[in-house]
């Protein structure tokens, strides 16, 4: 059968919708991110013990005294952990997603309960989008709507809406068709037939599926950190790069206490709207005194529980803990402030010399008044990031040769400020317990030895489709190994399990590694040359930020550094644990003085 290039087409639609409707797509953005801003401003200004109280009031107006208090604890663990301000983005997220998926799918929902046509249309489309892998609406959103909030927000749209269509299909269909009848027969307009009928005996159905749409929006925030919306998906996913246990958990732990209280809360709004539920609520407010346990069945009123909710958000207020986040400014050295406060964007990726540089640079444009920030992506989005513009630099372009790619397609959107590091190189590494294996070449006829597979790292990172597309077919590996896709922090996991029961394990590596100080391995030698010449390291810029930050530009084209100072710097990250990049970064400038001052002359570039 010829090949269909069904992947050409969507290429082309995608191509197409963008170079027309662009501008839509920045309103599109413009709307979110205000609806965003809005939300996570509510949510994330009061302190977090006080937001707890009021998040808490409102569990205790809906489900009673028990729900209340396991409610604050949850968020006070939340504190504690010190994940509050990314929980905060998360549930912003969500509200956001899950407020504009109800407000298309309910209509959506009424219209295909109605139409037998419109159901029929509607059905297919449903179908798609609920089957179609998640990660995979991740990439138009990512073209059409850039890196962030946005695109996270789309792609949890389109994936949470089929349910709330589907629920509010099922719930009117099935009502009574007597009740509908008799409505007709008394000569009820049809509209007023869907109000006073069909919705008010729906909605316990309705408020099933509204429950099942927020759910769905919060499965959703741990692939929302992929392109870079803040949150607890982010710090998953940092964690999943890194293999941090630690870190996971925690962040693990706060989204289950976030998708327990949504659950428990949009349960009882459920409640609230059936008549049965109502009325369940009203024996237990007023049945009697309450004695013993009983006070844990009560539930204020709702003009009680809507006090107590605004009481604490007025002493939010009033305590001024909106005007700000309250964190005071790194100081500046008189002289210094080059920034003035302009904004930095600084991409990475989870490699070791990648976090190290970013973060350095981060170290050096706050002390310059500038407001840095590092925002860590797969390579693939990075390098799409820089071109439109979210991204001002990235520190770790590897040229001529593993993102070779990556310039070719977007190339005409940078400006290469020159190469930092030198001496690079791509390899294929063995245990050196492993014996007779020194070159690519000696790996044929061995892969039942390794299981048939080359552990890799990214698959967006230009080294594993180097791997993949050249060297492999080159010496003939291609049918023998699978090149195995997973992170940086995967593949060092795999290594170090298998080098600890001493298997043989084939993994992609670079150099400068800290794994060749940690393990002794045998870097595999390329006979044929097919890696390529070594690369160098450099630093890029999108070509619009290069001109709004002249200073910055400057700096970078005269920055270098050695293999030792790059060493010490990955080793002190590392010895400072994770979630301490900023301390290992500054630890290590303590032990470097003057260091900042050569990376950012004041003065320079402007």
């Known amino acids: 059968m010829p090949r269909i290039r069904l992947g050409n087409w969507a290429e082309d639609v995608v191509s197409w919708l963008t170079r027309h409707f662009s501008w839509l797509f920045d309103a599109v953005s413009s709307v979110v991110n205000h609806l965003y801003d809005g939300v996570e401003w509510v949510l994330g200004g009061p302190s977090p013990l006080l937001m707890a109280g009021i998040l808490a009031a409102l569990a205790f107006w809906m489900r009673g005294l028990p729900t209340a208090l396991a409610a604050f604890a949850g968020f006070a663990l939340i504190d504690g952990v010190a994940q509050w301000d990314q929980a905060m983005q998360s549930l912003s997220l969500v509200v956001v997603s899950a407020a504009v998926a109800l407000l298309l799918a309910v209509p959506l929902g009424v219209w295909a309960a109605r139409s037998r046509v419109a159901s029929a249309l509607v059905r297919p489309v449903l179908d798609v989008m609920q089957t179609l892998p998640a990660f995979v609406y991740l990439i138009p959103a990512i073209i059409f709507f850039s890196l962030g909030t946005v695109p996270a927000v789309i ?23 007597e009740l509908v009848e008799a409505a007709d027969a008394f000569g009820t307009a049809p509209a007023r037939t869907l109000l006073r009928v069909q919705l008010p005996l729906a909605l316990p159905t309705i408020m099933a599926g509204v429950n099942q749409v927020i759910m769905l929006a919060l499965s959703m925030v741990v692939i929302g950190g992929m392109v870079g ?28 206490v976030l998708a327990v209280y949504l659950d428990r809360i949009t349960g009882a709004m459920g409640e609230q709207v059936s008549a049965l539920g109502r009325r369940t609520a009203a024996r237990a407010r007023t049945g009697g005194r309450l004695r013993g346990f009983a006070v844990l069945r009560y539930r204020p009123r709702p003009a009680v529980g809507l006090s107590c909710v605004v009481a604490l958000a007025l002493v939010a207020a009033g305590t001024g803990v909106f005007g700000g986040d309250g964190q005071p400014s790194a100081p500046v050295a008189a002289g210094s402030d080059v920034g003035k406060g302009r904004t930095v964007t600084i991409g990475s990726f989870n490699w070791d ?27 693939g989005a990075a390098f799409t ?9 990235l520190t770790d372009a590897w040229l001529p040769t593993t993102h070779a790619a990556y310039l070719k397609q977007y190339g005409k959107d940078y400006t290469d400020l020159g190469k930092w590091y030198e001496r690079t190189s791509l390899e294929v590494a ?44 080159g010496y003939g590996l291609d049918k023998d190994y699978r090149l195995v896709s997973s992170s940086t922090s995967g593949m060092l996991a795999e290594l170090a399990r298998d080098y600890a029961a001493r298997k ?19 870097k595999l030698s390329d006979p044929k040359s097919l890696w390529g010449p070594g690369d160098s390291i450099h630093d890029l810029a999108n070509k619009a930020s290069a001109a709004r930050l002249p200073e910055v530009s400057s700096w970078m084209r005269g920055f270098h550094m050695t293999e030792p100072q790059l060493g010490s710097l990955e ?10 990049t900023a301390q290992g970064v500054r630890q290590w400038v303590a032990a470097h003085p003057g260091v900042l001052d050569t990376m950012a002359p004041v003065g320079a570039g402007g």
Do not use: C
């Open 353 to 379: 010399e990648s976090i190290a540089s970013a973060n350095l640079w981060k170290a050096a444009l706050d002390a310059r008044g500038f407001k840095a920030a590092v925002k860590t992506y797969d390579p």
């Open 571 to 580: 080793a002190a990250i590392q010895a400072a644990g994770q979630g301490n």
């Open 229 to 256: 919306a803040e949150g607890l998906g982010s710090t998953v996913f940092g964690a999943i790069s890194q293999v941090d246990i630690g870190l996971g958990f925690e962040g693990g732990v706060s989204v289950v």
């Open 430 to 473: 063995v245990p050196s317990y492993v014996k007779g294996v020194t070159t690519m070449a000696d790996l044929k006829g061995r892969s039942k030895e390794f299981g048939g597979r080359i552990v890799g790292i990214e698959p967006g990172a230009g080294e594993m489709g180097l791997l993949k597309d050249k060297v492999l077919p």
């Open 385 to 393: 990031g820089l071109a439109r513009g979210d991204i001002d630099v």
């Open 504 to 522: 043989p394990v084939a993994v992609v590596l670079w150099s400068p590694h800290w794994a060749y100080s940690t393990y002794h391995l045998t």
């Open 155 to 177: 792609a949890t749209i389109v994936f949470a809406m089929p349910v709330g269509v589907r629920m509010t299909e099922l719930g009117i269909r099935q009502v009574d068709p």
